[in-house]
T-cell receptor, first 116, second 118 residues
Framework: GAVVSQHPSRVICKSGTSVKIECRSL??????MFWYRQFPKQSLMLMAT?????????EQGVEKDKFLINHASLTLSTLTVTSAHPEDSSFYIC????????????FGPGTRLTVL | AQKVTQAQTEISVVEKEDVTLDCVYE???????LFWYKQPPSGELVFLIR??????QNEISGRYSWNFQKSTSSFNFTITASQVVDSAVYFC???????????????FGRGTQLTVWP
């Protein structure tokens, strides 16, 4: 089946620094990628939807300037958490879909971010 | 608006017991998809099943079975003869179908933590 990778799998950073998380579709072209956030013992909440070559669509309540999403190619989307704070500590999961007529969404393994 | 409700937050069973995880959904769409995912402690989501709104046939896959009933907007998941390895958080999810077939964003339920004791 299709594979989506995320890098890094875990990251620990100091408060105030920026962290970039990469999401790659390894064997298919992903026209659409989704970024989710999951707090401990909670559900996955969609943060934004990104289509290759266009600006991401953010969900209500998600700060665009804090969570920068770039989908510059059909196989790569990045999420940058700018000026991270302890409350940004969470599990971030991306998913990708080939797009047109695709009824499948492939999930990455997730990135655990800890901000000290 | 789309909504998925998993009323059971936690379930504990003893190995070999059968267990059913409930999922109720809300949508105004006539075409949609329903999913179940398993999330073990490692965090990675494991896809279990996808069902479109026009296919109400129940499905069985090994020890897993799913009961889709549009009349009650439910898509329940049953594990027979549970095993310790089944311990995980299980998520039910709903997606709209864009243009009739393309998958849109997923709406997840809150998840059910299943613990199977030896």
């Amino acid at each position: 089946g299709a594979v989506v990778s995320q890098h890094p799998s875990r990251v620990i950073c100091k408060s105030g620094t920026s962290v970039k998380i990469e999401c790659r579709s390894l064997d298919f072209q992903a026209t659409t990628m989704f970024w989710y956030r999951q707090f401990p013992k909670q559900s996955l909440m969609l943060m934004a939807t990104s289509n290759e070559g266009s600006k991401a669509t953010y969900e209500q309540g998600v700060e665009k300037d804090k969570f920068l999403i770039n989908h510059a190619s059909l196989t790569l989307s990045t999420l940058t958490v700018t000026s991270a704070h302890p409350e940004d500590s969470s599990f971030y999961i991306c998913s990708a879909t080939p797009g047109l007529a695709s009824d499948t969404q492939y999930f990455g393994p997730g990135t655990r971010l800890t901000v000290l | 608006a789309q909504k998925v409700t998993q009323a059971q937050t936690e379930i504990s069973v003893v190995e070999k017991e059968d267990v059913t995880l409930d999922c109720v959904y809300e949508t105004r769409d006539t075409t949609y998809y329903l999913f179940w995912y398993k999330q073990p402690p490692s965090g990675e989501l494991v896809f279990l099943i996808r069902r479109n709104s026009f296919d109400e046939q129940n499905e069985i896959s090994g020890r897993y079975s799913w009961n889709f009933q549009k009349s009650t907007s439910s898509f329940n998941f049953t594990i027979t003869a549970s095993q310790v390895v089944d311990s995980a958080v299980y998520f039910c999810a709903l997606s709209e179908a864009i243009g009739g077939s393309t998958l849109g964003r997923l709406y997840f339920g809150r998840g059910t933590q299943l613990t199977v004791w030896p």
